[in-house]
Structure formats: C-alpha cells, structure tokens
C-alpha cells in the first residue's frame, strides 16, 4: 500500500514539474507535454499487466494509439469510459499539431475535449480560469485517473 502511495505521489510531481498549475504554457506546449505524459503512464500500466516486463520494456516504438487500445483491453471498466474518449481526442489533436503547423483544428479539437469535462461534471463548465488552465485541468484529472488505476 505504502509503495503504491509513493508511485502515485510521484506521478504527480513529475506531471506538476512539466506542467505546472502557476506557469502559463502556450497551447502547443500543453498539447505535446501532456499527450507525452500521458503517454508514459499509459505504458506503465502496460507494464504493470506485463508478465515478463522487460520483454516489453523495449517496445518504446509503440505508438500511442496502440498503448491506448492495449490499456483499454487490459483495464476496461477500470478505468472510466469516458478517459478513453478524451485521450483518443487527446492523441487526435496532438497528431493534428505534430503533422501541420499552425493547424486551426488543434483549439477546435481541445475544446472538444473540454466539452466532455463540462459534460461530464456539470460544475467544471463554471470553474475560473482560461482556456489553457481549463486544459492543463483536463490533463491533469486524466493522468490522475490513469495514476489511479495503476496505484490501485
């Protein structure tokens, strides 16, 4: 219990210490730290379901839809339905920024991704704050929701 604790703890200083709540970070850098965060703990929970983990551990080409596919084979109902859909939305946008520069779909796509959170909890859709705080929010609960399910 105590090491999972300190995991999940630790998941949360390294996704603060890239995005940090007090910084303001350009659109770009939101999109591609978070979706690389993310990423990451999409594979640790790869990792943790593995048998022979380092088996696997040299698969760093594995993209981030196929994490994602395999997470959602592996945890189901786990983890929420709803993670799912943002973070297909999330990889979607971030492909978006990544093949087209100065691409006009990557502020549409992120406030799509920002309605399912209005959606999902009626009370985010008046919380303060801008755009790109209501993002870094956004990325935040779902790297948690993805700590959690590895942590527990």
Not at 12 to 19: D, G, K, M, P
């Amino acid at each position: 219990m105590a090491d999972d604790l300190d995991d999940f703890l630790d998941g949360l200083s390294r996704f603060a210490s890239f995005l940090p709540a007090d910084d303001e970070h350009p659109l770009e850098i939101l999109v591609l730290r978070g979706h690389l965060l993310i990423e990451e703990e999409l594979r640790n929970l790869v990792m943790k379901k593995c048998a022979k983990p380092d088996v696997f551990r040299f698969q760093d080409r594995t993209s981030f839809r196929g994490l994602l596919t395999l997470c959602e084979a592996l945890y189901g109902p786990a983890i929420p339905t709803w993670l799912w859909t943002v973070l297909r939305d999330l990889n979607q946008v971030r492909n978006s920024l990544a093949h087209r520069l100065g691409d006009q779909g990557v502020r549409a796509g992120v406030a799509g991704i920002l309605k399912i959170f209005e959606e999902r909890d009626p009370t985010y859709a008046h919380a303060e704050g801008g755009f790109l705080e209501r993002l870094n929010y956004c990325l935040s609960s779902a790297h948690v929701e993805l700590l959690k399910a590895r942590t527990s």
